[in-house]
């Protein structure tokens, strides 16, 4: 359904109230950082799970620094805010919440210092972002930014022009899916996901150094492959030909969930068909976000009361 309230300026409002004029600095000059967090829900329990909100809500902190943004919040607060909202609304079913950290003021001029710094957070129901049942991608030709042009460590909203193009390239190439490599021609990541290869038994995964973003499920993935799996991962320099060669290659993200490759460049990976260390991950991912996995509860954040269990 759709949501009902979202909270700006500090307090919950209508949701056909939130809006910004055209002259704020955001708008023009993409001054802005955002998170992406998803909610999903448990029938069984009557309840939807925040999947490791605190961490994402730390991470958008980082993001606020390289920006230049102070917010009036601390990470245990954004976290009340969060599921709060989500209370307001009234929703029972999988949510995406998108927190937004900006320069609010109506100023000509690029710049970080001396703006009004304004903070927003919406929920909207969500589903599948990208196909999860086997992905073909191609190799963009457009490379990825470089951290000291535009720091991909920080979600900042200007920067997701770079993934647009490459998306937008994939698609009208027939592709679901980029692949975006760095300007020194290592794999970096898909177009708004973390990238996985399974290489002689192991995991390998591009270094932070390759401009990628430090995604809060690439983190989940590795913990859980090491786990459940005995898996290690390796972060490391990936060739293209690489891709070319592995046995398996996943992309991950929270809106990509866990989201195996086929293909790449029109390449059958491995077999050809998603694989089974990707279907594994993907089959303890989507138990462990909706609350069925006792070891990673405490990464899951519940939005209502817990329901009494009658005997």
């Not at 209508?14 to 001054?31: D, K, L, M, N």
């Not at 790449?264 to 909706?290: A, E, K």
Request: aromatic share 8%.
């Amino acid at each position: 359904m759709d949501p009902k309230e979202l909270f700006m300026h500090g307090e919950f409002i209508p949701t056909e109230q939130g809006v910004i004029s055209v002259r704020t600095h955001a708008f023009a000059y993409g001054t802005a950082c955002f998170e992406g967090i998803r909610g999903y829900w448990n029938e069984e329990d009557q309840q939807v799970y925040l999947f490791r909100l605190r961490e994402h809500y730390e991470r958008m902190l980082n993001s606020c620094k390289i920006l230049k943004i102070q917010l009036p919040f601390t990470v245990d607060e954004l976290v009340d805010i969060s599921v709060e909202l989500v209370r307001r609304n009234g929703q029972r079913e999988d949510v995406y919440l998108r927190p937004v950290a900006y320069k609010n003021s109506p100023v000509i001029g690029v710049r970080l210092h001396d703006l009004e710094d304004q903070f927003l957070l919406t929920s909207e129901p969500m589903g599948n972002y990208v196909e999860i049942t086997g992905l073909q991608c191609g190799v963009s030709s457009w490379r990825r930014i470089d951290d000291n042009a535009l720091p991909a460590r920080a979600k900042i909203c200007g920067g997701y022009v770079n993934a647009a193009f490459a998306k937008t390239e994939a698609l009208q190439n027939g592709f679901d899916e980029a692949i975006m490599l760095t300007n020194e021609g290592h794999v970096s990541e898909g177009s708004a996901e973390n990238i996985f290869l399974l290489e002689n038994g192991e995991l390998v995964t591009p270094s932070p150094s390759e401009n990628i973003l430090l995604g809060i499920t690439r983190d989940t993935v590795m913990q859980v492959a090491q786990r459940e799996l005995q898996l290690t991962t390796r972060e490391r320099q990936i060739d293209r030909t690489e891709l070319y060669i592995a046995d398996e290659i996943f992309l991950c993200g929270t809106g990509a969930q866990v989201a195996p490759v086929i293909s790449i460049d029109r390449r059958p990976v491995g077999t050809g068909s998603v694989g089974p260390i990707g279907q594994q991950l993907q089959d303890l991912y989507f138990d462990i976000v909706r609350g069925k996995h006792a070891t990673y509860k405490d990464w899951c954040t519940p939005v209502y009361a817990a329901v009494p269990q009658h005997t």
